[in-house]
């Protein structure tokens, strides 16, 4: 395909209206594209625009492209949705807009299907009052829960003027075990393989889960869900503080039970101050009502997890009942799969970073990766469901090239990516990205990898090591040396894919392929931006980042 540099897009966007300058040019070019003003551009469908701009449809998406227009008229998108955007600013840029728009601009915007929904459609279960919970954005944290709390206070308060959206009904395939968080199966847990070598700063985990019996299967591209269990010495350490029996009967389970797998040990929720609030007095009271609002009286509130806050008010007695009830639920966790089913029937395998950190003088431990890279042993039962990935999947035509940019353990779908072109003998040439920090203990999967590069199967492997040397070599880096390359791949018909951290890695590597397509197209930046609008259109630049 060849592609010629095209004139600059009409301005829709007042120059008034509160975006920066990049969002203005994306927004005109979707518009541009809906419009189908600009010379040679197919006009996007209702769907795609919904996708492209999360929620630009009010309710469940229509078929019909002049809702989409309408709605694109109406409602400029969603321009809050950069999960690099701090959240004070995505809500000043939802304000005054309808509440399910503020609700969706609390999310963390990354999409990531943690919580069973995407951002906009968690803001429509909300909004419709089909889903109840407040707290199920993980990546959001408190700040989230907390400000979703606050629109829904005022939802709750106000006088209904609009009915409700009709929330999305429950697909009959996720009624299944297995096919959501909400009715997850049980699978078997088999092996942990480390995948540093000595000499490593990361503990990163290969893990293996046997499915048989769990009756649950899945396609390369997609997410496994875990119900972890919170480390045992953690449980220990919250009875000791609170000082309550371990054995104390919580409706049909213990107090160690729920502590141990029903309640999150993470960050300490607002309701647990609130209840220590009401077990001091004094100057203890009002620091523990402070905390409470989300106040930071003495500049550690971030640092607070449940048992940080039981030292940090040593001595209350919380009746165990109303304890539990003060926390957070306990979440499961994604992670993308690394295996296929064609070459590991019956299995699912995950690669895993082991999220350990010191805060003071205690050593804080992530609870699910921790839970995989440790504390779970082969042969335990373990709570699982797949994620379906919505639009991170393999070229339906298997003669496409694929270029994918997978640093740390965002090679994990890719692995699986390149098991199944293999099984399949997909003739589609492939080229990986990968980078971590250090060649000789950081190279995950390096023997695997080699081979299927020797064998042909990896067309192309080109790596990235940001601690080999006195300069950071990042995957971008590498991308922007290869331009010429790459943009002679996507403009054979390639598919791009992009894989791991969502705050600065998924932003740098989406520039530097705005630089590629600048430096090799003859395409301005406004073109080449408005050209990547068209590939993830297309599902030819799709995303998988966390
Ligand atoms: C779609 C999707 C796919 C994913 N795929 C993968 C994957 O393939 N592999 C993978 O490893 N992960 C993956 N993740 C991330 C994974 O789901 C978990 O978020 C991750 O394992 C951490 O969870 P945890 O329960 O261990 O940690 P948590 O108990 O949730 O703790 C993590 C939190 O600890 C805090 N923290 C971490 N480090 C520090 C520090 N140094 N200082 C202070 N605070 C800190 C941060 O608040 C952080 O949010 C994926 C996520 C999604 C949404
Ligand atoms: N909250 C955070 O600050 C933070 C940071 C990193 C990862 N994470 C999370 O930690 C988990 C596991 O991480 P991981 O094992 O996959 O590896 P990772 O820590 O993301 O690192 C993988 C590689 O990416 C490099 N890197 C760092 N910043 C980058 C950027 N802007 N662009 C491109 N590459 C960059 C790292 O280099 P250097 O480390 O040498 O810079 C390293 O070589 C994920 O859940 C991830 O989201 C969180």
New binding site residues.
């Given amino acids: 395909m060849s592609v010629s540099p095209r004139a600059p897009i009409p301005s829709f966007i007042p120059e008034t209206a509160p975006f920066t300058p990049e969002q203005r040019t994306w927004l005109n070019g979707l518009l541009a594209g809906l419009f189908g003003l600009e010379e040679g551009i197919t006009p996007l469908s209702a769907a795609e625009a919904a996708r492209l701009v999360p929620g630009l449809l009010p309710g469940p998406p229509s078929s019909a492209d002049t809702k989409a227009a309408d709605a694109a008229a109406a409602d400029d998108g969603a321009p809050w949705h950069d999960p690099a955007m701090p959240l004070p600013e995505r809500m000043k840029l939802a304000d005054g807009r309808p509440l399910q728009r503020r609700l969706m601009a609390a999310m963390a915007q990354q999409d990531c299907g943690q919580c069973g929904y995407n951002c906009n459609d968690y803001a429509q279960a909300l909004f419709a009052k089909s889903e109840k919970r407040l707290n199920l954005c993980v990546p959001g944290g408190k700040e989230t829960s907390r400000t979703l709390k606050a629109l829904h206070q005022g939802m709750e308060s106000a006088p209904s003027t609009t009915t409700p959206a009709a929330a999305p009904a429950l697909p009959a395939a996720k009624a299944e075990p297995g096919r959501s968080r909400d009715n997850p199966a049980y699978a078997s847990f088999l092996s942990r393989r480390r995948l540093n070598k000595p000499g490593s700063q990361?503990e990163?985990w290969h893990i293996d889960i046997d499915l048989a019996g769990a009756d649950v299967d899945y396609t390369v591209g997609d997410s496994f869900g875990i119900f972890p269990a919170n480390d045992p010495h953690l449980v220990d350490a919250v009875l000791a503080a609170i000082d309550a029996p371990a054995e104390f009967p919580i409706a049909a389970r213990t107090l160690r039970e729920e502590l141990t797998d029903g309640v999150s040990l993470s960050p300490a929720p607002d309701m647990l101050f609130e209840l220590i609030s009401h077990l001091t007095g004094g100057e203890r009271k009002q620091k523990a009502k402070r905390l409470a609002a989300g106040q930071d009286p003495d500049g550690d509130a971030g640092a607070l997890d449940v048992l940080a806050a039981l030292h940090k008010f040593p001595g209350i007695r919380p009746d165990p009942e109303a304890f539990i009830e003060a926390l957070d639920p306990l979440q499961p966790r994604l992670y993308s799969i690394s295996s296929s089913l064609k070459t590991s029937p019956g299995r699912v395998s995950l690669t895993v970073?082991a999220?350990r950190y010191e805060i003071g003088a205690r050593l804080r431990h992530g609870v699910c990766?921790t839970f995989l890279g440790g504390r779970v042993s082969p042969g335990d039962k373990i709570k699982v469901y797949v994620q379906k990935a919505q639009h991170f999947a393999l070229p339906r035509d298997p003669s496409r090239s694929v270029i994918m940019i997978g640093?740390?353990?965002?090679i994990a779908p890719f692995r699986a990516f390149l098991h199944e072109r293999q099984a399949t003998g997909a003739p589609g040439r492939n080229w990986l990205f990968f980078?971590?920090?250090r060649s000789n203990c950081?190279f995950f999967y390096e023997e695997e990898l080699l081979e299927m590069r020797a064998a042909g199967l990896l067309t192309r492997l080109t790596l990235?090591?940001?601690?080999d040397g006195a300069k950071?070599v990042?995957?971008?880096h590498r991308m922007r040396e290869l331009g010429r390359d790459i943009w002679s791949w996507i403009e054979n018909g390639a598919h791009i894919y992009v894989c791991?951290?969502?705050?600065?890695?998924a932003?740098?590597?989406e520039a530097a392929l705005v630089d590629i397509i600048v430096d090799h197209s003859g395409r301005t930046r406004d073109q080449a931006m408005r050209f990547l609008v068209e590939l993830k259109a297309a599902d030819r630049y799709q995303a998988d980042?966390?």
């Fill in positions: 990361k990163t970073d999220v990766s640093p740390g353990t965002g980078g971590h920090q950081d990235a090591w940001s601690r950071k990042y995957v971008q791991g951290d969502a705050l600065r890695m932003k740098d590597v980042v966390y």
